[in-house]
């Protein structure tokens, strides 16, 4: 069956304290894995999308890593603005629809 | 350039109820996706449209339907609420990027409450 488990469900940090959150997938014929960040009560919004192993893409304090197995969210020094839950996503269904992780919920105490 | 909005915000009905929520896609996407996100829980994928036909549906019961607009804005109409049709329902917007998985732009949402 194909699944997304992201780990862990919440972890707390330090402002400045960097930590990597991560994504498992089981899903055969990957076409690409997607991480999106999402504020309470609000829609997702899209960080990245990464297509092959090795590939890594960064933006600001966030980098984020793709293997054969797992992704991973690097963050940097976070600030508190960093605080949201972290959802990472693959596409099934000829790339229609999208099946998210449960998310990890970072909370970055200043 | 216009992102995907979502009407109404916040939403609140009595259980055998029919509800429906709006959606209208970002700028130049012309395909709609669905998502049921209840508290706590990744996102479910209810159903896609393209140029206005049904293209993938998740598991969803048929009291879930929708429709999509030649202007590419989309309905989600639920019948016979249930309480656990309470949930955040998520409206996304994508374009066909010519070979590549379509990147999903979402909406606020619409806060639905079935008392």
């Known amino acids: 069956e194909d699944q997304v488990t992201q780990s862990p469900e919440a972890l707390r940090l330090q402002e400045g304290e960097s930590s990597s959150l991560n994504c498992s997938y089981t899903?055969?014929?990957?076409?690409?894995l997607f991480w999106y960040r999402q504020d309470p009560g609000k829609g997702p919004e899209f960080l990245f999308t990464?297509?092959?192993a090795g590939e890594e893409k960064e933006k600001e304090r966030l980098k984020a890593t793709l293997t054969k197995k797992e992704s991973f969210l690097h963050i940097t020094a976070p600030k508190p603005e960093d605080s949201a839950t972290y959802l990472c996503?693959?596409?099934?269904?000829?790339?229609?629809?999208?099946?998210f992780g449960q998310g990890t919920r970072l909370t970055i105490n200043p | 350039e216009t992102g995907v909005t979502q009407s109404p915000t916040h939403l609140i009905k009595t259980r055998g109820q029919q509800v429906t929520l709006r959606c209208s896609s970002q700028?130049?996407?012309?395909?709609v996706s669905w998502y049921q996100q209840a508290l706590g829980q990744g996102p479910q994928f209810i159903f896609q449209?393209?140029?206005?036909?049904?293209?993938g549906r998740g598991n969803f019961p048929p009291r879930f339907s929708g429709l999509q607009f030649p202007n590419y804005s989309s309905e989600l109409n639920v019948n016979a609420l249930e309480l656990d049709d309470s949930a955040l329902y998520l409206c996304?917007?994508?374009?066909?990027?010519?070979?590549?998985?379509?990147?999903?732009?979402f909406g606020p949402g619409t806060r639905l409450t079935v008392l």
């Open positions: 899903v055969s014929g990957l076409r690409g």
């Open positions: 700028s130049g996407h012309n395909t």
């Open positions: 449209y393209y140029r206005e036909e049904e293209n």
């Open positions: 996503a693959v596409p099934l269904q000829g790339a229609q629809k999208l099946v």
């Open positions: 990464l297509y092959s």
């Open positions: 996304a917007s994508s374009s066909p990027s010519g070979g590549l998985t379509d990147t999903q732009y």
